[in-house]
């Protein structure tokens, strides 16, 4: 397919999208909803009365009017819901997260909480490198919290999952369940290798597709891609961690590739013509470069009307 295809087809999609808006975003969070709320009875369903299907869509459906702040907080109530009837203590640790979450949040850093839920969410997909990559071309310079918060948040709802049958057995002490995720949670050097590449990475993307740069957004992401290879490569050395190289890399190039045909989808720009401006005020001088968007004419259908005489 040519890109002038491609363009008209984008087009196309964005013109129909932009019609059905006021159905088509409640429909969007309904279905991310029960995905999520999905993946958390696959994985920590111990609560039965929140397997019930009837549950999950009402939740989804109640999802379809808040915001997307909203169903990240929905989103915490159902995960502690079923943690907390496999371990109170697995629970005030998630708690105590969320907690730092809303307030790092709110104070700092306005928008951008669902990444809490699609940094988990990412994992479970087998395409985690997506996320930072994304959060840095589409998010602000502050994006990368939400994104490391997010890694946390999934290696604790890994520990739990990984010790549920330690947890449920009635011989152990209150400490000794809460001791248990605790070691397995904190002395997992994966958690701070992925933490730390996460936040890297989307800072670097961030910084990158903002410069006055040709293509910025393309090499930011090709950049990201190098970068979480790096540090996954040498802190995988450094802190002796069972890092697969092979898998590592295959899941890096197909989350570049993603990352680089949403790139491509939400900003096409004309690099053949930009235009370079200079303007002044009282105070400042501007000098501005801007890039026209590539626009394909889209020839409106013609009806002909053909009569034929009596």
Not at 151 to 159: D, E, F, K, S
Not at 212 to 229: E, M, Q, T
Request: hydrophobic fraction near 55%.
């Amino acid at each position: 397919m040519t890109v002038e295809g491609f363009l008209d087809i984008q087009q196309r999609v964005k013109g129909w999208f932009a019609n059905y808006e006021m159905y088509l975003i409640p429909a969007l969070k309904f279905f991310t909803m029960m995905a999520v709320l999905l993946t958390m009875n696959w994985h920590l369903g111990y609560r039965l009365l929140q397997m019930r299907w009837i549950l999950v869509i009402l939740v989804s459906l109640v999802c379809c009017l808040l915001p997307w702040s909203g169903m990240t907080v929905i989103s915490g109530v159902y995960l502690l819901g079923h943690v907390s009837a496999l371990t109170w203590e697995g629970a005030a640790l998630l708690a105590t997260v969320f907690l730092i979450a809303v307030m790092v949040h709110y104070l700092f850093l306005p928008g951008g909480s669902f990444l809490l839920v699609l940094v988990p969410m990412a994992f479970y997909l087998r395409i985690p490198y997506l996320i930072p990559l994304l959060a840095g071309i589409f998010g602000t310079g502050l994006t990368f919290i939400p994104v490391g918060l997010g890694v946390v948040v999934y290696y604790l709802m890994a520990a739990i999952e990984k010790n549920a049958i330690y947890l449920l057995d009635p011989s152990h002490q209150i400490q000794e369940r809460f001791l248990q995720i605790l070691q397995t949670f904190a002395g997992n050097r994966t958690l701070v290798l992925a933490a730390a590449a996460f936040c890297l990475v989307a800072l670097a993307v961030y910084g990158i597709s903002h410069l006055s740069l040709d293509y910025s957004p393309f090499i930011a992401v090709g950049a990201g891609c190098v970068l979480l290879l790096l540090i996954y490569l040498i802190g995988g050395f450094l802190f002796e961690t069972n890092v697969s190289v092979g898998g590592t890399l295959f899941g890096c190039l197909v989350c570049t590739l993603l990352a680089e045909f949403f790139t491509f989808w939400r900003r096409t720009l004309d690099y053949s013509r930009p235009e370079f401006l200079e303007y002044e005020d009282d105070e400042y001088v501007y000098f501005v470069k801007a890039v026209p968007k590539m626009v394909v004419e889209t020839p409106d259908p013609q009806i002909w009307e053909i009569s034929s005489r009596h």
